[in-house]
Antibody, heavy 115, light 110 residues
Framework: QVQLVQSGSELKKPGASVKVSCKASGYTFSNYVMNWVRQAPGQGLEWMGWINTNTGNPTYAQGFTGRFVFSLDTSVSTAYLQISGLKPEDTAVYYC????????WGQGTLVTVSS | QSVLTQPPSVSGAPGQRVTISCTGSSSNIGAGHDVHWYQQLPGTAPKLLIYNNSNRPSGVPDRFSGSKSGTSASLAITGLQAEDEADYYCQSYDIYLSYVFGTGTKVTVL
């Protein structure tokens, strides 16, 4: 069965970086794109962008350029989201989700940014 | 502020029918782009509920149905059950913003 398993919660100080992983199993990784979605506390879903798992080419939504980087390690069927220069407003749950429509989701990774 | 607007909340008694609207514009739903719906139970990841306007993935009860007309779409839940209490989000493609989610609707079962 298709599974997306994300890395655990992170507590970071402002200005630090974080890398969230999303390990896929149960399907051919390179056949489906991977999306990243942010959900701030008590807020709605926000599409951050996607990465082509065949070419590694990322596409970022408005508001997610510069400090946000999508990457892959296809040898272990894993997608990554790295956020640098963390700000308190980056505190959120970050989800990876396969394809569009997003038919499978990771369990989410809570990133907390606080001094 | 999303370009897809949903009512913040809807409620209904068990067994009733509720509908959730998703209002877009000529740059997204009105441009012919498909609408998908997601259900997010409390404390869990979203789950695909309806895709391509009106199709249900395997395992989704037929109590859930979707439709689209003009610049809007709707999700209907018939025979409302306690387990349907969740947040619901529509999603479509916008020619300016790419993939966008709706503002979200909380469904409360009275």
């Amino acid at each position: 069965q298709v599974q997306l398993v994300q890395s655990g919660s992170e507590l970071k100080k402002p200005g630090a970086s974080v890398k969230v992983s999303c390990k896929a199993s149960g399907y051919t990784f390179s056949n489906y794109v991977m999306n990243w979605v942010r959900q701030a506390p008590g807020q709605g879903l926000e599409w951050m962008g996607w990465i082509n798992t065949n070419t590694g080419n990322p596409t970022y939504a408005q508001g997610f350029t510069g400090r946000f980087v999508f990457s892959l390690d296809t040898s272990v069927s894993t997608a990554y989201l790295q956020i640098s220069g963390l700000k308190p407003e980056d505190t959120a749950v970050y989800y990876c989700a396969r394809e569009r429509p997003m038919d499978h989701w990771g369990q989410g990774t809570l990133v907390t940014v606080s001094s | 502020q999303s370009v897809l607007t949903q009512p913040p909340s809807v409620s209904g008694a068990p067994g009733q029918r509720v509908t959730i609207s998703c209002t877009g514009s000529s740059s997204n739903i009105g441009a012919g782009h498909d609408v998908h719906w997601y259900q997010q139970l409390p404390g869990t990841a979203p789950k695909l509920l309806i895709y391509n306007n009106s199709n249900r993935p395997s395992g989704v009860p037929d109590r859930f149905s979707g439709s689209k007309s003009g610049t809007s779409a709707s999700l209907a839940i018939t025979g409302l059950q306690a387990e349907d209490e969740a947040d619901y989000y529509c999603q479509s493609y916008d020619i300016y913003l790419s993939y966008v989610f709706g503002t979200g609707t909380k469904v409360t079962v009275l």
